[in-house]
C-alpha cells in the first residue's frame, strides 16, 4: 500500500498543468501514487500528461464527466493510506506534504485540515486562509464539534482540496462527491464531519489556490443557485443532533442567498429549514425574512 494517493482531475488547464505536475511529482515521498483523470480536456492538456507517464503516475482519459465524477473513479483506484484531491490550475507546496502526513500518523486522523494561499492568476501571492489560535499550532476535536463556532462565510473549511483523508475513512463510510453537482464540496465535507471521530486542523499551508475567472468557482449560472437548495435540503434530510450546528446554520444561508439572488423558492424545504435545531440567532433573522421575501417570491416551487 502506497503512503499517499493524489488524485489529480484535468480539464483544459494547459496553461497551469506542469507547475502543478511539477508540485506533486517533488514531494519527497518515494511512497506516493499521482493518479490523473483527463476529463475529457479538448486543449493540449493530454499532451502534457503523456511528458510525465512513468514517474508514479497513472493517467486515465475519459469522456467529460465533470470534476466530481473525475475525483470519484480516481479514489476508486487509489491504494495510498491517505489520499489528497488537487485541483489541475492550482498547485502544492511539496515539502509540506510530509508534515501533513507526520501530524496524520501522530493523531491517527480520519482527516486532517491545512491552509492554503491565495494567488493571482499570474501567480502572485495574495493571502494566506485563517490560522488555528492554539500555541501547538493544531486543533484536535471529534467530527461533531469540529465546526462549531465557525463563520458560515469561511470556505476554508469546505474545500475538498485542502482535506488529507485516511482512504479506509472514506471507503467505510462511503463517502464520495456527488455527480455533476455544483458546490459539491459542501456535500463532501458534511459527511466527513458526520462520520469522522478524529479531525485535525492544522496552521501548515501547503495549497496554492489560483483565483482564475473562468474557473467554476467563479462562473455565475442558474444551475449553480438550483443545486444550492438541493444541499440545503440534503443537509436538512441527513443532519442529526450530533452532528456540528455548523450545517443546519448553512443550509438556511443557502436558502437565503438563493432567495434574494434569484427569487426561486421551494415550500417543502422551507419548512424543513423551520424545523432545525441549534439555530444561531442570525440564522433565525435570516427564516423570518424568508418568510417575508418569499411572499413576492416566484408562484412555482424549483424542482430540487
Known sequence: MKKISIIVPVYNTADYLR????SIISIPICDKEIIIINDGSTDDSLSIINEYVGKDITVITTANEGLS??????????????VLFVDSDDYILPNKIPLLIELADKYKTDVLLG?????????????ESRM???????LVTTGGEFYN????NDAT?????????????????????????????????????KYATRIVQSDIAFY????????IVHTPSYKK?????????????????????FWPNLAIGLYFDVLRRTKLKNNQLFRKLKSLKKLRFTQKVKLELIRIIQIFASKADIKI
Open 157 to 193: 473549511i469546505i474545500v475538498a482540496c485542502l482535506k488529507l483523508c485516511r482512504r479506509t475513512f472514506l471507503q467505510r463510510n462511503q463517502i464520495l462527491f456527488v455527480k455533476g453537482l455544483y458546490h459539491e464540496d459542501v456535500v463532501f465535507s458534511f459527511l466527513c464531519s
Open 225 to 245: 443557485q438550483v443545486h444550492k437548495l438541493f444541499i440545503a435540503d440534503y443537509i436538512c434530510n441527513n443532519a442529526s443532533e450530533s452532528d456540528s450546528e
Open 149 to 152: 463556532g465557525y463563520s458560515l
Open 69 to 82: 465524477a473525475a475525483r470519484n473513479r480516481g479514489l476508486n483506484i487509489s491504494s495510498g493510506e491517505y
Open 115 to 127: 491552509r492554503y494561499i491565495k494567488c493571482k492568476e499570474t501567480g502572485e501571492f495574495l493571502s
Open 19 to 22: 507547475e502543478c505536475l511539477n
Open 132 to 138: 488555528v489560535s492554539t500555541v501547538e499550532g493544531h
Open 208 to 215: 496554492v489556490y489560483r483565483q482564475r475567472a473562468a474557473s
